[in-house]
């Protein structure tokens, strides 16, 4: 037998329960910044408003939204992980 498959280890982790978990961070992080109103953060960062709030709504977002959205929160892929994933 192949060692390897014998090591592997699968995880299931459901696309859309990770996306409402990613929104949710999302949200806390941009109200812990003092934004009360997701279209004002969307507006003062540069994000399309509409865009931003479903990314909160645990849409599907491009990785490059993702960077962008952290970025306006002022912190690093790693911070933005470290909690709550």
Known sequence: ???KKENSKKIHLDPDDQLAKLGA????L????????????A?????PRAQ???Y???????FSSLV???SALG???EEFFKEGF
Do not use: C, H, P, W
């Open 43 to 47: 507006y003062e960062n540069n994000i």
């Open 56 to 62: 909160e709504q645990g849409k599907d977002l491009r």
């Open 30 to 41: 941009r109200i812990k910044a003092g934004y009360k109103n997701y279209e004002v953060f």
């Open 68 to 70: 962008k959205v952290v």
């Open 25 to 28: 961070r999302i949200k806390a």
């Open 52 to 54: 931003y709030g479903r």
């Open 75 to 77: 912190m690093t892929m």
């Open 1 to 3: 037998m192949d060692s």
